[in-house]
C-alpha cells in the first residue's frame, strides 16, 4: 500500500469546516483513498473513500486532487463529537492486503 | 447484528505468562486483522489473514501468534507476556472481494502486563 503523510494536529471552531489534508504521492492507479476516525479509545470508524471523482456521504466530502497525490478531508459542520484522529490510508477496491495506519491527524473542535 | 467482537474487553498479565485474545466476526466477511495501539500512538498491524487458512506477518509479528479458527474467528496467542506489549488490541475484518471493502474494528481489549 502507498504511504500517506498526515498534519499530526490541527484545530478547528466548532461550527466551521474541518479540512484535513492527506499526501498519498506513491499512490497506484488501482488504489483508493479510505478515511477513518477514532474516538478516544475506541475502535476506529469509517467515514469515506473515493478513487477519483469527489465523494459526499452524510459524514463528510473527500475531495481528492486530478494528479490523485493528495485529498482533503472536509467536515462541513464541525461539532465538538467530532474530536478524534482521523487517518487516511490508501489500498486497492478489492483484495486482502497489509492495511497499514500512519499517524493520523489528531483534531480538536473547539467551542 | 454484533459485528466484530472482542474478548477479553481488560486482561492483567504478569511477565511471562500467557494469554489468548478472542475475536470474532458475523458480517461473514473473508479478512480479518489484529493491530497495536500503544498511547498516543496510531495503528500498528501485528498479523492480517487475508481468508481462511491463510496468515501474514504485519509490521509487529515479534512475540505474537495468531490462528484462524475458521471464517468467523481470529485468535491473537501471547506465549510470554513481556511489559513492551502492554497496549490496546483491535481486531478488525473486512470483505475483501466485494462491496467498498470498508474495514470494520471491534472495541478494542485493553491488556496490561506487569
Known amino acids: 500500500d502507498a504511504k500517506t503523510t498526515q498534519p499530526t494536529s490541527m484545530d478547528c471552531a466548532e461550527g466551521r469546516a474541518a479540512n484535513l489534508p492527506c499526501n498519498h504521492s506513491?499512490?497506484?492507479?488501482?488504489?483508493?483513498v479510505y478515511w477513518y476516525r477514532q474516538i478516544h479509545s475506541q475502535g476506529p470508524q469509517y467515514i469515506i473513500h473515493?478513487?477519483?471523482n469527489n465523494e459526499t456521504n452524510e459524514m463528510a466530502s473527500l475531495i481528492i486532487t486530478e494528479d490523485r497525490k493528495s485529498s482533503t478531508l472536509i467536515l462541513p459542520h464541525a461539532t465538538l463529537r467530532d474530536t478524534a484522529v482521523y487517518y487516511c490510508?490508501?489500498?486497492?477496491?478489492?483484495?486482502?492486503?497489509?492495511?497499514?495506519f500512519g499517524q493520523g491527524t489528531r483534531l480538536t473542535i473547539n467551542p | 447484528n454484533a459485528g466484530v467482537t472482542q474478548t477479553p474487553k481488560f486482561q492483567v498479565l504478569k511477565t511471562g505468562q500467557s494469554m489468548t485474545l478472542q475475536c470474532a466476526q458475523d458480517?461473514?466477511?473473508?479478512?480479518m486483522y489484529w493491530y497495536r495501539q500503544d498511547p498516543g500512538m496510531g495503528l500498528r498491524l501485528i498479523y492480517y489473514?487475508?481468508?481462511?487458512?491463510?496468515?501474514d506477518k504485519g509490521e509487529v509479528p515479534n512475540g505474537y501468534n495468531v490462528s484462524r479458527l475458521n471464517k468467523r474467528e481470529f485468535s491473537l496467542r501471547l506465549e510470554s507476556a513481556a511489559p513492551s506489549q502492554t497496549s490496546v488490541y483491535f481486531c478488525?475484518?473486512?470483505?475483501?472481494?466485494?462491496?467498498?471493502?470498508?474495514?470494520?474494528f471491534g472495541a478494542g481489549s485493553r491488556l496490561t502486563v506487569l
Open positions: 478488525a475484518s473486512t470483505d475483501g472481494s466485494s462491496g467498498a471493502n470498508v474495514l470494520t
Open positions: 506513491t499512490i497506484s492507479g488501482n488504489e483508493y
Open positions: 473515493g478513487l477519483k
Open positions: 490510508i490508501v489500498r486497492v477496491f478489492q483484495g486482502a492486503q497489509k492495511l497499514v
Open positions: 458480517m461473514n466477511h473473508n479478512s
Open positions: 489473514s487475508a481468508s481462511e487458512g491463510t496468515t
